[in-house]
């Protein structure tokens, strides 16, 4: 089996890919996708979609993972970084 984990960010999405065989794991990759803080929103989100498009099309992931979110009152942050 096959997982990719994803932390969610505009400014830097972190990723892990897994793979298990019984009890045994294997890292196949990790790295961070990063944009530019002076490119437009909807820039930014496209650039990230592109290269998590890439990785599941190189690594064909049985599951995936996505960090959970927590920004307690700060709406502004969690908005954007929700987007992502």
């Given at each position: 089996m096959v997982v990719i984990g994803?932390?969610?960010?505009?400014?830097s999405t972190g990723y892990g890919v897994v793979?298990?065989?019984g009890s045994r794991?294997?890292?196949?990759?990790?790295?961070?996708i990063e944009t530019s803080p002076t490119l437009a929103l909807e820039r930014r989100l496209a650039e990230?979609?592109?290269r998590v498009?890439?990785?599941?099309?190189?690594?064909a992931p049985?599951?995936?993972a996505v960090e959970e979110l927590y920004f307690g009152?700060?709406?502004?942050?969690?908005?954007?970084?929700?987007?992502?």
């Open positions: 994803i932390d969610p960010g505009t400014a793979r298990s065989a794991l294997e890292a196949l990759g990790d790295g961070v990230i979609h592109a498009a890439e990785l599941l099309d190189l690594h049985d599951a995936v009152a700060n709406v502004r942050t969690a908005f954007a970084v929700g987007q992502a």
